[in-house]
């Protein structure tokens, strides 16, 4: 079976880094593009980028260039997204995505990671 | 900036014709997604490439495209279809992707 299985909820402090993960099994993991994608509380999708594990090839949205870092390591089947200084902005959940590699559609998704920042 | 535009919502009695559009430049020349999802759950591709459907997804969901316009359309609506649905489409390069905003679809 396909699956993306994320890593817990995360409550952090403005200014703190954070990384978290999503770990691929089922299918060919280098393969693959593999996204992140945004959803804020009450609020709408937001596709912030892709990595293509074979090459580390990484796309971002021109919103979050520069704001986070995917990365992932395909000896592990690990996909990242990662802050180094997070803002209360970023209180969300976020998702990892499989596109499919045909038909480009996003055909699996993680069940996402609540990030909390707070003071 | 690549942007698509979409309604806050639509309204559909139950077994009428339901419509939601999503406008942006770059669905001139790239294909239109569109995800259904259901409060507290991810989202699930129910259209891809403009028109053709995942396995798994009910017929009475279609796509169309005129234009810079993409439709989804779900025929004879069911309860279970009130959802929020997202269009998304790659930018006019193929680099990245987008989401639109949302549509929130209200069954009667």
């Known amino acids: 079976e396909v699956q993306l299985v994320q890593s817990g909820a995360e409550v952090k402090k403005p200014g703190e880094s954070l990384k978290i993960s999503c770990y691929a099994s089922g299918y060919s993991f280098p393969t693959y593009w593999l996204g992140w994608v945004r959803q804020m509380p009450g609020k709408g999708l937001e596709w912030m980028g892709f990595i293509y594990p074979s090459d580390s090839d990484t796309r971002y949205s021109p919103s979050f260039q520069g704001q986070v870092i995917i990365s992932a390591d395909k000896s592990i089947n690990t996909a990242y997204l990662q802050w180094t200084s997070l803002k209360a902005t970023d209180t969300a959940m976020y998702y990892c995505?499989?596109?499919?590699?045909?038909?480009?559609?996003?055909?699996?998704w993680g069940r996402g990671t609540a990030v909390t920042v707070s003071p | 900036s690549h942007e698509l535009a979409q309604p806050p919502s639509v309204s559909v009695f139950l077994g009428q014709t339901a419509r939601i559009t999503c406008s942006g430049d770059a669905l001139s020349t790239q294909y239109a997604y569109w995800y259904q999802q259901r409060p507290g759950q991810a989202p699930v591709a129910v259209i891809f490439?403009?028109?053709e459907r995942p396995s798994g997804i009910p017929e009475r969901f279609s796509g169309a495209d005129s234009g810079s316009t993409a439709t989804l359309i779900i025929n004879g609506v069911q309860a279970e279809d009130e959802a929020d649905y997202y269009c998304q489409s790659p930018d006019a390069t193929g680099t990245y992707r987008v989401f639109g905003g949302g549509t929130k679809l209200t069954v009667l």
């Open positions: 490439k403009n028109n």
């Open positions: 995505a499989r596109r499919d590699r045909d038909r480009h559609y996003i055909d699996v």
